[in-house]
């Protein structure tokens, strides 16, 4: 008879495989439950929330699509949607083409880079609601320093109501947006310019490329990656925006800088629309979705074609 | 000696050298420009903090002629800050805890072990992380669970949001230890756990750091969940407390506004300023691989 060496019985074995199996479970659980309940549970129950008439007091009452229909034929909706893509346009660009600029003259050799990294990166630190309160007095029409520094330099023309004028408001919370996370983009993009090796720009230098066909033929596409990453995160975080327009604006003057989180927010939480404010947030969760997908289809589609 | 001198003088021809001039200036300069359109403003509020309301509208550009420290006890006074930044330490602290806490032990799951569904659930979490919830139903659960107005709830709102971001970044830093520790502490008699917890925690200072300090930062200037979940005066973090002061008393005392937003930042720049490269790595991980 031959000796095993196996300490457990079979059955008992098989318990203790089954366990081991079960085992990676465990350690993912407690992780999965935080995320499960608050992330995902309110993913899915708030549609059975968007269906229902609902001031968050008295009793629910359900009207179908009712909600859904509301918010198409609502004016508020377009105006608001198009403040949101005026918002996401005008950030992204201005992200992007800051942050690509200042990378790259960052990733040149040169005294004192660690200083300007640090600098610039600074209001990334900060919390939106400072940020949000320093630039309603820098704003400010009689007293800020904007105006001031516009006086100063005899630009009076240029001189506004940044804050109180529907015309300009937009593009002010635009500015401050800019001017907190351009940091973020930049190291991004420093980080994908540091991984570009230098044999590349040295065979475009012998082809006798110029400094602009380099950057255009060897830089660009080479931080695609990096590219799609810092267009994404901007892109999101313009449809998710809320801090800011709360904080500076209140979506004032006459909904000039209401956005769709804003909106959502107000129509909950001021008007107590529970039902109608669900609604929207769906609303706003597929066109996240769709930005997203389209923007991802037409960025990796560029790569093909090369 | 003299044919040195002309290898040299050829290298260096004069053109080459003023373009390399003039390429340094124009760098140093736009670089310049920016950092003082950045710095300025904060550099700006810190000198408005010691003005007096009237030096704030006379003498905007200069530095303040007497110091008025008065606004720094009117802000710490007026707007309970001492609550405030207890309130905001306690939730980031914890906040800090929860996600490294749970997201070390899901992320070294991920990394060294084969399960059933792991890709499915790294897949959901990547396509639902940036999603924006619905914020009606996430209010209504939490009222539910009687976990509005409460320290827990509001560590666990901001946790929720930062679990897969550090699962990932734990994952991707777990690969990269070799196998061989963990096979090593088990052959000793140590079980998968303690292995984990005693040989593996013990070497992952860089990924603990990255993501507490992600965490951190995002739950310290956190706004949005306090402004839906907190109620109470007590239990109100920094950000709510200077906008709530904001609302109140902004229009009338910007000195003192500007005093606590001072108060707010001072800390925090500074501690990025000794920190910066983990600052930097920690909030902008997870967009930039290894």
Known sequence: MPVTSRPLSSPAKGLARRISKLAPYLWVLPALTVYGIFKLYPLVSGLQMSLLRWDGIEEPRYIGLRNFEKILSDPMTGTVLMNNVHYAVGTVVGKIVLSLLLAILLHQALKGRTFYRTSLFMPVVMSFVVVGVLWSWLFNPQFGLINSFLRGLGLEFLVQDWLGDAAVALNSLILVDIWKWYGFHMVIFLAGLQSIPDELYEAARIDGASVWQQFRHVTLPMLQPVMIVNVTISVMGAFNVFDIPFIMTAGGPANATNVMALHIYIRGFKFYRFGFSAALSYVLLVIVTLVAAIQLRLMTSGDNTD | ?290
Not at chain 2, 133 to 147: A, D, G, H, M
Not at chain 2, 214 to 226: D, I, K, Q, R, S
């Open chain 2, 1 to 290: 000696m003299s044919a040195a001198r002309f290898a040299t003088q050829k290298r260096t021809q004069p053109g080459i050298h003023w373009r390399r001039i003039m390429v340094t200036i124009f760098n140093h300069s736009i670089l310049i420009l920016f950092t003082v359109i950045i710095v300025y403003p904060v550099l700006w509020m810190i000198l408005a903090s010691f003005k007096t309301p009237g030096e704030l509208i006379s003498n905007i550009w200069g530095l303040p002629a007497d110091p008025a420290y008065q606004n720094y006890a009117d802000a710490w006074e007026k707007a309970k800050l001492g609550r405030a930044l207890l309130n905001s330490g306690i939730v980031s602290i914890g906040a800090v805890l929860v996600v490294v806490c749970l997201s070390s032990i899901a992320g070294y799951a991920f990394a060294k072990f084969s399960f059933r569904f792991s890709t499915v659930i790294l897949l959901v979490m990547v396509f639902t992380m940036q999603a924006p919830v619905p914020i009606i139903p996430f209010y209504v659960l939490f009222v539910r669970l009687k976990l509005t107005d409460s320290y827990l709830g509001l560590i666990l709102a901001i946790a929720s949001g930062t679990i897969p971001l550090a699962i990932f970044i734990f994952q991707a830093f777990f690969r990269s230890i070799p196998g061989e520790l963990r096979e090593a502490a088990k052959i000793d008699g140590c079980s998968e756990f303690a292995a984990f917890l005693r040989v593996v925690m013990p070497i992952s200072g860089p990924a603990v750091a990255t993501v507490s300090i992600l965490t951190f930062v995002g739950a310290w200037n956190e706004y949005f969940m306090p402004l839906l979940l907190i109620r109470s005066d007590e239990l109100r973090p920094l950000t709510l407390t200077i906008q709530v002061f904001f609302l109140q008393f902004g229009r009338a005392e910007w000195n003192v506004i500007f005093a606590t937003l001072s108060i707010a930042t001072i800390p925090i720049i500074i501690v990025y300023v000794f920190l910066q490269r983990w600052f930097i790595r920690g909030l902008t991980s997870g967009s930039i691989k290894g």
